[in-house]
């Protein structure tokens, strides 16, 4: 089944840019994720879908400041220019037709 | 727009029912797989369950499986979840979610509190 792994915090200076990380267990490094934003005391919110191949489909609205790449088993959410309002707790999910659904742990991103 | 509006949760005792709904509208909704998604207070999330366009079929995570049920009137554009023999670690909050995984539209979640 398959295990996403992220850093469990991050954080970067206001306007620079920061790479998260998101890595499927061995096995699963084909998978499709989804970035999930969740700002403080707020639902969730879909940033992206992100293939293996590093081909991204963003959700309505999200800034082009957001972005995705992949490199074999790892999925990365980067963020440019980053803003206050980009400080927020960032959730990876995937799915498998055995196990369902799984989310990572979450990477809490503060923005100094 | 797509909007997702949960309601139903409250104060439960162990070993309660609560039921809670989640209202959709914005999109139609009978052609999507739904999902419930949780977050117990101050963790990361957890799927709960998901359930076919049609309502024929349903998914469960192990730790709800025989206490709770998820179903949908498509005639309503409504979305259920059934939480019985609820325990305190069944507290949290809970969202609805379009379609059944990598969701792309969460509703702002209903909280439900399992405590004597």
């Known amino acids: 089944q398959p295990v996403l792994t992220q850093s469990s915090s991050a954080s970067a200076s206001l306007g620079s840019s920061v790479k998260l990380t998101c890595t499927l267990s061995r096995g699963h490094s084909s998978y499709i994720i989804a970035w999930h934003q969740q700002q403080p005391g707020k639902a969730p919110r879909y940033l992206m879908k992100?293939?293996?191949?590093?081909?991204?489909n963003k959700g309505s609205g999200v800034p082009d400041r957001f972005s995705g790449s992949s490199s074999g088993a790892d999925r990365y959410l980067t963020i440019s220019n980053l803003q206050f309002e980009d400080e927020a707790d960032y959730y990876c999910?995937?799915?498998?037709?055995?196990?369902?659904?799984?989310f990572g742990g979450g990477t809490k991103l503060t923005v100094l | 727009q797509v909007q997702l509006v949960e309601s139903g949760g409250g104060l439960v005792k162990p070993g309660g029912s609560l039921r809670l709904s989640c209202a959709a509208s914005g999109f139609t909704f009978s052609d999507y797989y739904m999902s419930w998604i949780r977050q117990a207070p101050g963790k990361g999330l957890e799927w709960v369950s998901y359930i076919s366009s049609s309502g024929s079929t349903m998914y469960y995570v192990d730790s709800v499986k025989g206490r709770f049920t998820i179903s949908r009137d498509n005639a309503k554009n409504s979305l259920y979840l059934q939480m019985n023999s609820l325990r305190a670690e069944d507290t949290a909050v809970y969202y609805c979610a379009r379609p059944g995984w990598l969701p792309d539209y969460w509703g702002q979640g209903t909280l439900v509190t399992v405590s004597s």
């Open positions: 999910e995937t799915w498998d037709r055995n196990t369902l659904v799984v």
């Open positions: 992100l293939e293996g191949s590093g081909s991204y």
